[in-house]
Every structure is written in C-alpha cells, then in structure tokens.
C-alpha cells in the first residue's frame, strides 16, 4: 500500500460546479496534512493545510480531514476554469519530510 | 523576496556527464529539499538537510549528490549523468511553525534531459 493515494484522473467538472478531490494515506499517526496545486509545467504552491478532524475553510476551498477513516479531502466551490490544475496531497514523514501523493488532474471546462 | 531560486532553468547533457543544480533560499529556513518529479510518479525525495551543515538521504538517492554550502544554498551534483536520470528537479525549504507542521515552499524547478 502506498504511503500517500490519490486518483490519478482526470476529473472533469464543468464551470461552477464542486469539484471533490480525494486523498489515502497509510500511517495513522500523521497529524497535518496539505494540499499543493500545481499549474502544468509549473512548481507546486501550498493551498490548504488541516490538522484537525473536520473541515476548514479558505475561500472557495475546503478541506475536510478524517483521521479514524484516514481520508483527506479538498472541495472547491464554484470551480473555474483557473482551477484546471494537478492537486498533489502531502502527509509528513519523520522529522519535517513530507510524502506526496501522485496527484489528481483537474478539469474545468467553461 | 524572491523565495526559492533555481539555476539552470533548463539543461542538456549527455550521458556521462556531470553537472551541479544550484538553490538558494531568501526566508532564513533552516531546512532545504531535492525532489525530483517524473510523469506518474509525483514527488520523490533525493536529498534534504534539516540544517545547516547536514544532509540525509531521501527516497532516491542514487547516483546524486549534495552540498549545504550556507543556511541559504543547497546544491545538487550529478557525477555521471544517465537518461534515468531525466526528469524535473525541485528544491524547496521549510521552516516549522509553531504548533503546527513545515510548510515546504518550492523553486521554479529545472528541466534536465540526458541524452
């Protein structure tokens, strides 16, 4: 079982619609999870980070964390167009290390 | 500020050849990272220092190797390159928050291709 999973995709979703991404990881003592976006051709950029169970929101961004289930998730509200992007989800790994999921291509068509 | 930096942007090499990748850091992080990124693959660990002045082995060591030259600059060396090695790389720091995690912020990446 891999570390950190996720859904290669892609998942399309039209313009305005919530998009769900999804995320695994195996080690039930990890205690912070992030989600990185990543533009094609670009470097990933910190989105969203949670630390406790339950949902938190930036913005049109949600990301609901359940430790018992050991599932992470991103929704994003309204999507757009913009949002057509990789969304790579990151658990730590011993002593500031992070694993990274393979990531899930986003698709937003107008 | 300029964050992460990285030096080359794009690179061509043919086997057996060897070359340094340049990173520098402007947000006094103590903690700095090589990845490298290959299609299906996601984000594997080569190389990270904690601190200035140590480096570990990460995911993927093999055939790299690493320089902490100051708090700011981390450098990757590749002895003798070979088209296994053609991917992008990306160096990062992180500095940990208190009461949380590190955040790991990324450079621009360089795209290196060996022939």
């Known amino acids: 079982q891999k570390e950190v999973e996720q859904n290669s995709g892609p998942l399309s979703v039209p313009e305005g619609a919530i998009a769900s991404l999804n995320c695994t990881y195996s080690d039930r003592v990890s205690q912070s999870f992030f989600w990185y976006r990543q533009y094609s051709g670009k470097s990933p950029e910190l989105i969203m980070s949670i630390y406790s169970n339950g949902d938190k929101e930036d913005g049109r961004f949600t990301a609901q964390l359940n430790k018992a289930s050991q599932y992470v998730s991103l929704l994003i509200r309204d999507s757009q167009p913009s949002d057509s992007a990789t969304y790579l989800c990151?658990?730590?790994?011993?002593?500031?290390?992070?694993?990274f999921g393979t990531g899930t291509r986003l698709l937003v068509s107008p | 500020n300029a964050g992460v930096t990285q030096t080359p942007k794009f690179q061509v090499l043919k086997t057996g050849q060897s070359m340094t990748l340049q990173c520098a850091q402007d947000?006094?992080?103590?903690?700095m990272y090589w990845y490298r990124q290959d299609p299906g693959m996601g984000l594997r660990l080569i190389y990270y220092?904690?601190?200035?002045?140590?480096?570990d082995k990460g995911e993927v060591p093999n055939g790299y190797n690493v320089s902490r030259l100051n708090k700011r600059e981390f450098s990757l060396r590749l002895e003798s390159a070979a088209p296994s090695q053609t991917s992008v790389y990306f160096c990062?720091?992180?500095?940990?928050?208190?009461?949380?995690?590190?955040?790991?912020?990324f450079g621009p990446g360089t795209r290196l291709t060996v022939l």
């Open positions: 990151a658990v730590p790994r011993g002593f500031q290390k992070l694993v």
């Open positions: 220092s904690a601190s200035e002045g140590t480096t």
């Open positions: 947000m006094n992080h103590n903690s």
């Open positions: 990062a720091s992180s500095e940990r928050v208190a009461g949380g995690s590190d955040t790991q912020y």
